[in-house]
């Protein structure tokens, strides 16, 4: 049996994908996956042994320059990529307009979920086969509902336990071979020390820890006999981490990684602390601990999902507001200064002691 799976991004939902592969392996053996996903993001699939061809898209910078000449190859390519191939499933698993129109190139039957399902309910007039799966999930448990009811098997069951996932998730259930995802990536040494990476990086302006706070864990680790190290992603991430390791020991700026130069890594660190962020999501697919920080966004609908995870949340009134932009003026005491005050009763010292708590407590 072989299905194409179209998941273009981000690179959380990516990750929360896998788990969904891993159960259609188990259940159908034999079964191969192709997987349509953004350029940016195609190490991700390759990593699992049950996706056999990965196709890049580009839409994002395809949009920029619709008519370039550049533009039009890489569409037929990809166009020529699906062009031979009768796939048993066309499975869209994003649900939304854009990821519809790529499925609508594949050749074969073509799933996806119902309008009341999808992020975009147009995006299901698409499909020829709609599936309802309920609001009101971890993202990771929707789309394994999803590839079991257009597959056609039974979920796991611990697919199906109604606890928190980060708690019960199957440690394999990522199905990451690692020695595809650290091929050709040097080897991180940590000398004998533990080592923290601080996943700083983050999308919405309102999923930001403070960055005094990300400098007083580091100065906190580092005086605990820790090596700190923070990755980054794009010039304004260099600088807050150029600045929060400024003047501390054994605490680092990385220097720029792909994907695969993170996984090697996140793979040799000791634990991990995030915010609501893509690499959170790596960390837990290699089964990093890690701590990830929430303010208004819920951890019980994306939250890192894993065995090792554990999700800190604030209990500030309007949380979470699942807003990108707290609309929220600054207050007093005792959120005074903290940016966005939602993040106030999620101090460093706090995030470190449930850190060292939860190391201990997962050994």
């Known amino acids: 049996m072989r299905v194409l799976v179209v998941k273009t991004s981000s690179l959380g939902d990516i990750i929360h994908t896998l788990p969904a592969v891993t159960d259609a392996a188990r259940a159908l053996p034999g079964i191969r996956f192709d997987w349509i996903v953004e350029e940016a993001f195609a190490e991700i699939p390759s990593w699992h042994p049950a996706v056999e061809r990965v196709i890049p898209v580009a839409l994002r910078r395809w949009r920029r320059h619709p008519f370039a000449r550049a533009t039009r190859g890489e569409w037929r390519a990809f166009r020529a990529a699906l062009a031979d191939v009768r796939y048993d499933c066309v499975l869209d698993a994003q649900g939304l307009l854009k990821s519809a129109w790529l499925a609508c190139k594949a050749r074969g039957p073509l799933h996806g979920l119902d309008r009341r399902s999808a992020r975009e309910p147009l995006a299901s007039l698409a499909y020829a086969h709609r599936h309802a799966i309920p609001w009101g999930r971890h993202a990771v448990r929707r789309v394994r509902e999803l590839f079991a009811a257009a597959l056609g098997y039974a979920l796991p069951p611990e697919a199906i336990d109604e606890t928190d996932g980060a708690a019960t998730a199957d440690a394999a259930a990522y199905g990451l071979d690692r020695r595809r995802a650290l091929s050709g990536a040097p080897a991180a040494d940590n000398g004998g020390q533990p080592r923290l990476i601080c996943l700083h990086g983050t999308t919405w302006p309102a999923k930001h820890w403070p960055e005094a706070y990300w400098r007083e864990l580091a100065r906190i680790a580092s005086a605990a006999g820790w090596q700190v190290r923070l990755p980054w992603g794009n010039a304004a991430e260099h600088e807050r981490a150029d600045r929060i390791a400024a003047g501390l020991d054994n605490t680092q700026a990385l220097p720029p990684l792909k994907l695969g130069g993170l996984a090697a890594e996140l793979s040799t660190a000791t634990a991990c602390v995030a915010v609501d ?87």
Do not use: Y
Request: glycine share 10%.
């Open 277 to 363: 962020t893509g690499l959170g999501h790596l960390a837990a697919a290699f089964d990093i601990p890690a701590l990830s920080l929430f303010g208004p966004t819920n951890p019980g609908l994306t939250g890192a999902w894993g065995h090792r995870q554990q999700r800190l949340a604030t209990n500030f009134p309007c949380a979470p507001c699942l807003k990108k932009n707290c609309p929220r003026p600054q207050g007093k005491s005792p959120d005074a200064g903290i940016k966005p005050p939602c993040f106030a009763s999620l101090s460093p010292e706090r995030v470190w002691g449930t850190l060292i708590d939860m190391l201990r407590t997962k050994t």
